[in-house]
């Protein structure tokens, strides 16, 4: 079975700079796939980057970039030029990729990144 | 697109009352998952069907939930009896199988609140 760990409950940063949130995992799979969805105040559960194992390249989307070590089983999430809207509960994800029907994600407990003024 | 809807937002109940959670996916997707959110244990898979067909329901926790997909565009999570321990967030999703990653989009959530 596969695990996801973030050891950062909680985290804050201000308002402009930049932060890193940690995420390992443990899994015997060599291909998968590694999310992070973010989960404001209004509890709706946001895609925020996804990264697919076979790929070296670290995903990019705009302010948001990861760090994906394979062979550490590590995948971080920078979050540059941090705005008020990103405070949220931040979750990393993962999903094997398979040949078969298995599509589910398992997440850790999460990161509440909090942005101050 | 409306994205996942899902029905109620809110639901208030006493103990050993029925609960009918509800989920409309979106359209042309094939997959569809059941998701519980407590702060004790996080975000638990309960359930998920592919083509309408309950594929892995290893995360139900007792005979108390059941789950239906009657057709490609309604699911409904039911417990029977509800006891307070079943307070929290459900979460559905749904996803399009594909070749690449296959992303999950979740709907608003319903919040259970058993008394």
């Known amino acids: 079975a596969q695990t996801v760990t973030q050891s950062q409950p909680e985290m804050s940063v201000q308002e402009a700079e930049t932060v890193t949130l940690s995420c390992t995992y443990d899994?015997?799979?060599?291909?998968?796939?590694l999310f992070w969805y973010k989960q404001p105040p209004s509890r709706q559960m946001i895609l925020v980057i996804r990264q697919e194992a076979y790929k070296q390249q670290n995903a990019t989307e705009n302010r948001f970039s990861v760090n994906f070590q394979k062979a550490a089983k590590s995948f971080s999430l920078k979050i540059s030029d941090s705005q008020l809207g990103d405070t949220a509960m931040y979750f990393c994800a993962f999903m094997k990729r398979s040949g078969g029907s298995n599509y589910k994600l398992t997440f850790g407990k999460g990161t509440l990144l909090t942005v101050n003024p | 697109d409306a994205g996942v809807i899902q029905s109620p937002r809110h639901e208030v109940t006493e103990m050993g009352q029925e609960v009918t959670l509800r989920c409309k996916p979106i359209?042309?997707?094939?997959?569809l998952f059941w998701y519980r959110q407590t702060m004790m244990r996080g975000l638990e898979l309960l359930i998920y069907?592919?083509?309408?067909?309950?594929?892995?329901d290893s995360g139900m926790p007792e005979d108390r939930f059941s789950a239906k997909m009657p057709n490609a565009s309604f699911s409904t999570l039911k417990i029977q009896p509800s006891e307070p321990r079943d307070s929290a967030v459900y979460f559905c999703a749904s996803s399009q199988a594909k070749s690449g990653a296959n992303v999950l989009t979740f709907g608003a959530g319903s919040r259970l609140t058993v008394l």
């Open positions: 899994t015997s799979e060599n291909n998968y796939y």
């Open positions: 069907f592919n083509n309408n067909v309950p594929i892995d």
């Open positions: 359209s042309g997707h094939d997959y």
